[in-house]
């Protein structure tokens, strides 16, 4: 089955290999995401010169390129005595030398690519791609099957067109020794396209192809010598999924375009080595989950950091198989121990990295962030002699930090706001001065602490480690933030997650890029005049059985999701996640500018809660005003309490019952 041996590429490059062909190495090409921004930017596809020296081909033509090519050295390079040293020596010369621009002559240069057919997939909803894969492509086969369902999907559309026109993209390194990468990111070649008869699901895709006219490349002054030349070596037989039809052909086209895009994005994203040596009772469900797990990615439901860390080690495990498959060709006999060893280590580092995909693909891991539970420190409790000491967080601590201070007050100066975490104890206090901070041990409060800040909020400012998971986290019994701005950057959690226990918001500003505040099952939170806004999901997320008290807050601006999942457009400033029911009790709040609701509230499907929901709507439907009684009675079977809060300008609307 599809796998394997893939070309290094460039990062906006996904490496695609045909189908039916483990172990074989494949090429890039670009994405059908990239492919549509090319089409987007210009009706043809930009051309320019580049600096690249030309992969020496053989017969007349790589004779001819290597003469032109040396005619470009300096004097005293090409000269030589043309015996083996002197050939060694210009050889060596010749390694050395800087990249030249590919030579031009007399011939004229490549016009540009036309454009390709743009992909319908893009625009898909994450239930149309599920039913494209799972019923109409796959149609509920086993994972050794998987192949040959693909290969019957692809002939069957193989067969409205044998001939046709498309762009042919490739991997630089099959043209060129020198080059660089971000300048020619692939080669791109009009090509006309013929189909060959049905292969079977062992074999590759291949097609004949030959270079079109009028000769077009995205690479002005690539000689097409050369272009003949690489065809010639490969007998004018490229892989299919190389191979991108242009627009300006019939509807069949299209639908091939189509097909080439399902079949590449399967290979690319849902299909893993694994699948066919694992028993699977359900493999399309499999196929569904890897599929949303690909829409929350793109639609920024998994935050962008932690989604590029799984990118990064979907890729790595392929370029692990890569090094392992290539290490063990390259063993013409009985191994010797040094390399049987070496080949048992890429063999278990490839294990590992395969075993962190999988719990990628576990939604039940992905419930909340892949990382949980967060905290795994104990709880330091009170010091032995039963003192509280107050930390001073500042460069230099001055008389004027503590003349507010009773003179029994046991002071310790910190320059460090995680050396003076570290050094908490329940009940201590620590006190930080205007600066900006990190702290990695926000994110493991365990101990009965207040953290305040001294002067405008603004001007304390902590941010969070882009490298670390979450930011502030506690499981302490009542822990207490006060006058601070919590600025969010990279993490991939909540900005603030309650595990258990209490937390206290007060006057504090909490500036999101990931998920906001999530109050975790059994979890309590107050909130008060804090200022939260930038969440990528809702502002404030309360979990089955959280408390949560929102007092004179502003709530605005959250749920960033690009999203065809409606469960998660309709998040705003305050989602309930019911059974059991959250406890929110919210006074004087300003909710505005969200997304999606100001409050929703996520139910499971229940005749209850549907009547509720039309009652609402019936109410809402001459205007904003709603059933003030229907509201009510919802409201408190949900233990929802709302008093004098205004929320106003949310794009979905101001309430809503949310059925999942």
Partial sequence: MASGARASAPEDSVRTVSPGRRGEKGVSAPTGDSVLVGTLKSAASPVRSVAASPRPVKGKAGREAARRRLQLLPAAQAEGDGDGEGAEEQAEEEQEEPLLSVPEEDEEEAQPLPPVCVSPMRGMWRDEKVALYCDEVLQGCKAEDADEAMSKYLSEKLKLKDKWFGVWKTNPELFFVKYEEASIPFVGILVEVTCKPHQSSSSCFK??????????????????????????????????????????????????????????????????????????????????????????????????????????????????????????????????????VECWKKYYEIVMLCGLLKMWEDLRLRVHGPFFPRILRRRKGKRDFGKTITHIVAKVMTTDMVKDLSSDTLLQQHDDLDLALDSCYSGDTVVIFPGEYQAVNLALLTDDIIIKGVGKR?????????????????????????????????????????????????????????????????????????????????????????????????????????????????????????????????????????????????????????????????????????????????????NLEMNNNKIEANLKGDIRIVTS
């Fill in 458 to 638: 603004e001007e304390i400012m902590i941010t969070s480690e882009p490298s670390h998971d979450s930011f502030v986290v506690s499981k302490a019994d009542n822990v207490k933030l006060m006058h601070l701005s919590l600025i969010q950057q990279g993490t991939v959690d909540g900005i603030v997650v309650v595990e258990s226990g209490h937390m206290t918001l007060e006057n504090c500003i909490l500036k999101c890029e990931g998920t906001g505040v999530c109050v975790l099952t059994g979890a309590a939170l107050t909130i008060t005049d804090s200022e939260i806004t930038g969440a990528q999901g809702a502002g404030v997320e309360l979990y089955p059985g959280s408390t949560a008290v929102l007092e004179g807050n502003e709530i605005h601006h959250c749920n960033n999701l690009r999203t065809s999942d409606n469960s998660k457009s309709t998040l705003g400033g305050v989602n309930m996640k019911v059974l059991p029911a959250p406890k929110l009790k919210m006074t004087n709040n300003h909710i505005y500018n969200n997304n999606g609701y100001g409050v929703s509230i996520l139910q499971p499907t229940e005749q209850f809660f549907i009547v509720a929901e039309e009652a609402l709507n019936k109410g809402a439907a001459s205007g904003d005003k709603k059933d003030d009684s229907m509201l009510s009675r919802v409201m408190q079977n949900l």
């Fill in 207 to 340: 097609v004949a192809v030959s270079v079109a006219e009028p000769f077009s490349s995205n690479i002005a002054n690539i000689p097409r010598d050369l272009v003949n030349e690489i065809l010639e070596e490969l007998e004018h037989s490229v892989p299919l999924l190389e191979v991108y039809p242009v627009e300006g052909q019939d509807s069949d086209i299209h639908d091939i375009a189509l097909a080439l895009e399902v079949v590449r994005f399967f290979y690319d994203f849902l299909w893993r080595d694994w699948d066919d040596e694992e028993s699977c009772e359900n493999y399309t469900a499999l196929i569904e989950e890897r599929i949303n797990l690909w829409c929350d990615i793109q639609d920024g439901t998994i935050p962008g950091p932690i989604a590029q860390r799984f990118k990064k080690t979907l890729e790595k495990y392929k370029n692990k198989r890569v090094e392992l498959i290539e290490y063990q060709s390259n063993i013409k006999e009985d191994p010797s121990a040094e390399e049987a």
